[in-house]
């Protein structure tokens, strides 16, 4: 033997976070597909998207437009700037961590918190769920004429079909995760397009428009007389800037099989992401805000009467992206629920675990339940809404707070933890969502309880 000879470098080997990252998500998933392909490079931002376009996204926005016109649109993209950087919080903390958000909550703070986080976590899925079924009642009540010529059919058997076939969809997919993940591509293009052709329909006044992404500071700071806009504007930040849903983000990305080596996609996907929860959002406003200038809305189906103005195509347009935003937002939203309960109470947090799909199921049935009883009944049901307005007190500010302090922990994130501009974002994104919480907790939850 020549002891001369130099021996070959040995090949670098994975760092321990790399390793862990890799194998952790990769049991969530299959590997990734290597194609450069911008339609592999994204996915869980779109899921994410479809979640918060749902029915009530698409009344409050289309509220606040036939109110206050374009004037808000910097609002919109106020709001959306808050849900990027803790969507790109949710991507980061999926790539990099070796566990799921449950597991690192349990495992450093103790299951009391992880489990508060979940059960609160559910309990917003099935009140928003609840109005998701609705939304799926008004896109189907719109077609009631031609639906009443089917013998025996009525449009609560249609929503009863539909929550059916989500259940359904959770069990009959092999791999879950690409399944909704083509879906929900599906339904993106669908209210692009349908929401852009009701904003061509309506004509905004281009100038108008664009000054309304100027924020009129003068007047916000009391430089001038009011703009008559009031804490209930909330809700429209509300709606677009779902914190329960950027959370999921993290789980998302693992069960696309994404790690280090993927990081970038995913922080592309999430900007991809917001920008189109962005122009649906600002796409219904304007629409609203130039055909609808005055009208009183207080349902999704107010909205789609009000465009008859563009004759029965406008009106089936309309119909058929509320029909798109309400079952998206139906599928994906009790995932939410169900995945994060699952992985909070340290019962699996994997596509092909048993309990997050039935826990999934619970929600559908729980959000169909109340909707069915709302609707044969013609009643609010306030106990169920008020529990779901307390759940949202409490975990919104939890859940960002924890998202923050995962992504700002060395031990969970190495070198990747969050930067000056994320936790900034972060940090006016925990206040707004402390605002909101106290303007629900103050205005809504205790006159309920009190009176």
Known sequence: MNKNAVNPPAAPQPSPSEHSAAEGNHENAAIPSPSNRWYHRIGPGLITACVVIGPGSI??????????????????????????????MGAKLGAVANDTAGTLVAQRAGRWLSALIGISVFFIAAAFQFGN???????????????????????????????????????????????????????????????????????????????????PVGKLFGGGESTGIDLSLLGLIGTTFVITAAYYQSYLVRQKGWGLREMANGLLDARVGSVIMALITIMLMSTAGAALRGVEIQTAKDIAQGLTIFGSMGHAVFCIGLFSAAYSSFLVNSMIGGFILSDNLGLGSKPSDMVPRLATVAVLLIGMGVALYTISSGSKPMAAIVAGQ??????????????????????????????????????????????????????????????
Request: hydrophobic residues 60%; contains cysteine; charged residues 10%.
């Open 59 to 88: 009344t409050t926005s289309s509220q606040v437009g036939a109110k206050y016109g374009f004037s808000l649109n910097w609002m919109i993209v106020l709001a959306v700037a808050l849900m990027m950087a803790f969507m790109t």
């Open 133 to 215: 079924n609705l939304g799926v009642y008004a896109a189907f009540q719109e077609f009631e004429k031609p639906l009443s010529q089917v013998p025996y059919l009525k449009i609560t058997y249609l929503v009863v079909a539909f929550n059916a076939l989500s259940i359904a969809f959770l069990f009959l997919f092999h791999n879950l995760y690409r399944a909704v993940e083509r879906l929900m591509m599906a339904f993106v293009a669908v209210m692009l397009i349908s929401f852009a052709i009701n904003l061509v329909f309506s004509r905004p006044a281009p100038g108008e428009f664009l000054m309304g992404f100027v924020p």
């Open 390 to 451: 307390a759940a949202t007190v409490l975990a919104s500010p939890l859940v960002a707070g924890t998202l923050l302090w995962l992504c700002n922990r060395r031990d969970v994130m190495g070198e990747h933890v969050n930067g000056w501009a994320l936790n900034i974002g972060g940090g006016m994104g925990f206040l707004m969502l402390l605002a909101m919480a106290a303007y629900t907790a103050i205005f809504k939850v205790w006159p309920a309880i009190a009176g």
